[in-house]
Nanobody, 119 residues
Framework: QVRLVESGGGLVQAGRSLRLSCAAS????????MVWYRQAPGKQRELVAG???????NYAESVKGRFTISFDNVSNTVYLQMNSLKPEDTAAYYC?????????????WGQGTQVTVSS
């Protein structure tokens, strides 16, 4: 059974930083990529940042230069370092594990962690 546990959310003032963590556990994870999404009230879920098992990253335009995604393949933990936070970054943040091989692919989601940025 694959489990994703997120942490690190909270309430911060604009301009400050937070680091989110998402730890994956389970057997035979076969991780291909880890992705952070966010969803603000009344809005659709959007991709924030992703990282492949090979270390390739991509970011939403709105967070480029402020957020950094990284992955520790020993602990199977993905991080999202968020700097220069803005009120519009307020949302529930979710991590997704994309895994599998040989035609058998799957994804798993964490429970979400709330980030609130005050102005």
């Amino acid at each position: 059974q694959v489990r994703l546990v997120e942490s690190g959310g909270g309430l911060v003032q604009a301009g400050r930083s937070l680091r989110l963590s998402c730890a994956a556990s389970g057997n035979n994870l076969n991780i291909n990529a880890m992705v952070w999404y966010r969803q603000a009230p009344g809005k659709q879920r959007e991709l924030v940042a992703g990282i492949t098992s090979g270390g390739r990253t991509n970011y939403a335009e709105s967070v480029k230069g402020r957020f950094t995604i990284s992955f520790d393949n020993v602990s199977n933990t993905v991080y999202l370092q968020m700097n220069s936070l803005k009120p519009e970054d307020t949302a529930a943040y979710y991590c997704e594990l994309q895994g599998g091989k040989s035609g058998n692919y799957y994804d798993y989601w964490g429970q979400g962690t709330q980030v609130t940025v005050s102005s």
